[in-house]
């Protein structure tokens, strides 16, 4: 089976190394060997492995009927949704780890390749390395989901995770993190949760078989996380972390992306680095998580190169990955429920405790400070009575 790469960057080359180093292993699992015909970039790779199967013009690639199995890894939506449908409306499968694409376009694509009876991938789009699409739609499907919460970003779990060792300052671990290679030049896809937040829409619409729009994922970035909130989670044996959720209460479905303490007994509490985590809460299995390296060149390419031999396997039928594109708003957050944890002036003891009964005092040493725990009430509830509050240093959403 013939298949072309678009896209011969970190995640496009690691594809290519995967499909030559275990070919003899993807023939056995897929049934028929994978060979790469074409990959299409516009820069020139002399002395690379590749370079003898370097294109440059697309309608090469789309207009040849041996080429069965499109590989799309540039990022982005231009060219990448262009390209994408062309080759389903040839009748190629298509193989994607692009999230920006899914997110915004999954919908529509999904139906796309359901009527030219081939099929539409995106496994490595959400978790990277880790299996969770997959699971979602073929193994989890007795269940009625009630929660999909996560790590979906690498990038701010690793700053985060740094700023909790060592006690360092976000700009400084940021600057490190992108010599580092961790973070981008313009991080702000990943510090503001963008990223998250694109990943979180895939995973809702997934589960609600509806649209769900990235824009309608509430977001919230690090930027604000101070060594100060740090110093405070350690007194409460907790992290910061930054949770992308997806929750269902009864009727209600609210979607969330949002630093967090979270506390040691918490499944994502010990979920460190660059790895990434996604919890699923089902309403008869209960907690299921799935750990691992969320980005970088080889894990990413590995899960893109399990949907190459899912499309293989399924050369000649659509397998009903599918959501509609109606779509499906969530719910304001104001009524959905939790627990906060809230830095004030000292001088605020007082009218703390008024505002908030049964409030759990948290010390961490800063005498010029009051911090507090409150019990559990709606997101609107809090905001009421936290802006009767005069100098509020730091709020975050506490898991348990």
């Not at 699923?280 to 750990?291: A, E, I, K, P, T």
């Not at 708003?329 to 008024?354: C, G, H």
Request: hydrophobic share 40%.
């Amino acid at each position: 089976m013939k298949a072309a790469i678009l896209g011969y960057g970190t995640v496009g080359s690691g594809v290519y190394e995967v499909l030559q180093k275990n070919a003899d292993v993807i023939e056995a699992r897929s049934g028929e060997r994978i060979d790469v015909k074409y990959v299409l970039d516009l820069r020139e790779f002399p002395g690379d492995p590749a370079a003898d199967v370097l294109v440059h013009d697309y309608e090469c690639v789309v207009n040849d009927p041996e080429v069965r199995i499109v590989i799309e890894t540039m990022g982005g939506v231009k060219p990448a949704y262009e390209f994408v449908r062309r080759a389903l409306e040839k009748g190629k499968h298509v193989c994607t780890s692009n999230k920006e694409l899914v997110a915004e376009y999954g919908s529509e694509l999904l139906l796309l390749a359901k009527e030219r009876k081939v099929n539409f991938y995106f496994e490595a789009s959400v978790g990277g390395g880790i299996p969770i699409i997959r699971p979602l739609c073929e193994c989890l499907t007795a269940d009625r989901i009630l929660e999909i919460s996560g790590i979906l970003n690498g990038t701010t779990n690793y700053i985060l995770t740094r700023m909790y060792n060592e006690g360092a300052d976000f700009n400084r671990v940021l600057k490190e993190a992108q010599g580092c290679g961790y973070a981008e030049r313009n991080p702000a896809a990943d510090i503001e949760g963008f990223d998250a937040g694109r990943k979180l829409a895939i995973l809702a619409s997934i589960v609600t078989g509806r649209r769900v729009e990235f824009g309608d994922v509430v977001t919230e970035g690090i930027t604000g996380i101070t060594a100060e909130d740090i110093r405070y989670a350690r007194a409460m044996q907790a992290k910061i972390k930054l949770i992308a959720s997806a929750v269902w209460e009864g009727e209600s479905f609210y979607a969330l992306v949002a630093p967090r303490m979270v506390a040691a007994g918490h499944p994502l509490y010990a979920v460190d680095d660059v790895v990434n985590a996604v919890m699923v809460r089902g309403n008869m299995l209960g907690n299921v998580l799935f750990s691992g390296r969320g980005a970088g060149k080889l894990p990413t390419a590995s899960a893109v190169v399990s949907d190459v031999i899912q499309a293989a396997r399924h050369a000649d039928e659509n397998t009903g990955l599918y959501w509609s594109g109606t779509r499906i708003v969530p719910e304001s957050i104001r009524s959905m429920q939790s627990r906060y944890f809230v830095r004030t002036d000292a001088k605020n003891r007082q009218q703390a405790e008024l505002l908030f009964p049964g409030l759990e005092q948290i010390d961490a040493g800063m005498e010029e400070e009051f911090a507090f725990l409150t019990g559990r009430m709606t997101e609107g509830e809090f905001a009421e009575r936290v802006e009767e509050l005069d100098r509020i240093y730091a709020g975050f959403r506490f898991e348990s």
